[in-house]
């Protein structure tokens, strides 16, 4: 009996044999397909099977195992990004072999393995009780805000209706309280006519009262006070004048003062000049001693 003998020799050595499909495996998760012959695509997707396992469950010890098969490490953490989102629905069945016919040299089955894509199945959209439920009630409420639109526009046009009445009313009323001033004056008229006596004055007493007028003194203005308002003018003339000739007696000192500074630099520049040149004399004399 043949126990514990799982997988084909393939008449090769077990060193080639392992070599072979190591390779094979990495090119599939690089490419994502293969063409092979049909004894090598069924047991190749053995091992293809078996890493996305160790790729699905994520941890370093699963990482390290894959790396000890797959050849490159860019494929190994290609496969290990992509093995949940794109394997997590379904527990085995990750490759697909897709029978091509026979190969015409020596006429051996050939086929393509490639890597399973699973699409995510689509929600169902369930519709509940609930729902129609609450479109009645949103009928209902819609049909209740158009009565009470209709009853609002009712309202405002009967209200510039009354609007319209009460200013006409107005204006009616507006002659009428014109004509009663008329009246007004007729009643002070007559007031003024039933005492003419105390409106009139007597000429005597018209009289009188001019005599008093002419009898009391004229008041005099001061003449104090105009010659102070004078006085005031004319100060401030003299003020002015007195500020110019104080400002122009300050323009000269300082003219003057930068005048004796100019002549203190000078005199101390043709000092400076006349030791330099007793300096440079004193040698020449020593020389013409000798």
């Known amino acids: 009996m043949r126990h ?41 997707r053995r ?3 078996q890493l996305i396992t160790l790729a699905k469950r994520g941890d370093l010890h699963a990482r390290r195992q894959a790396l000890s098969i797959i050849r490159e490490k860019k ?5 290990f990004e992509e093995a949940v989102e794109r394997y997590g629905a379904i527990s085995g069945g990750y490759t697909r072999i897709v029978k091509l016919g026979r190969r015409p ?14 699409e995510k199945p689509k929600k169902k959209k369930v519709t509940k009780k609930k729902d129609k439920v609450t479109a009645e009630k949103k009928k209902i409420a819609d049909e209740k805000a158009a009565v009470d639109k209709k009853e ?6 009967e209200k510039k209706k009354a609007a319209k009445k009460d200013v006409a009313e ?19 008229d007559e007031e003024k006519e039933s005492k003419p006596e105390e409106t009139k004055k007597k ?24 010659k102070e308002a004078a006085d005031k003018k004319e100060t401030k003339p003299e003020e002015k004048k007195k500020k110019i000739a104080t400002k122009k007696t300050e323009a000269t000192k300082e003219k003057k003062a930068e005048e004796k500074q100019a002549a203190e630099k ?10 330099t040149e007793k300096k440079k004399g004193k040698p020449e004399d020593t020389k013409e001693k000798e």
């Open 266 to 275: 000078k005199a101390k520049t043709v000092e400076k000049e006349d030791k």
């Open 4 to 44: 514990r003998k799982a997988g084909l020799k393939l008449n090769r050595t077990t060193s080639h044999r392992n070599a072979m499909f190591r390779n094979m495996v990495t090119s599939l998760f690089k490419y994502e397909r293969i063409r092979t012959t049909g004894a090598k695509a069924k047991e190749l």
């Open 105 to 118: 040299g020596d006429a051996a089955p050939i086929s393509i393995v490639e890597l399973v894509t699973v």
């Open 47 to 49: 091992w293809a099977d």
């Open 75 to 79: 494929v190994v953490h290609k496969l």
């Open 203 to 226: 000429p005597a007493e018209k009289k009188a009262e001019a005599d008093e007028k002419e009898d009391k003194p004229v008041k005099e203005k001061k003449p104090a006070a105009k």
């Open 152 to 157: 609002e526009k009712v309202k405002q046009t």
């Open 170 to 188: 107005k204006k009616d009323e507006k002659p009428e309280k014109k004509s009663k001033k008329p009246a007004i004056k007729k009643a002070v």
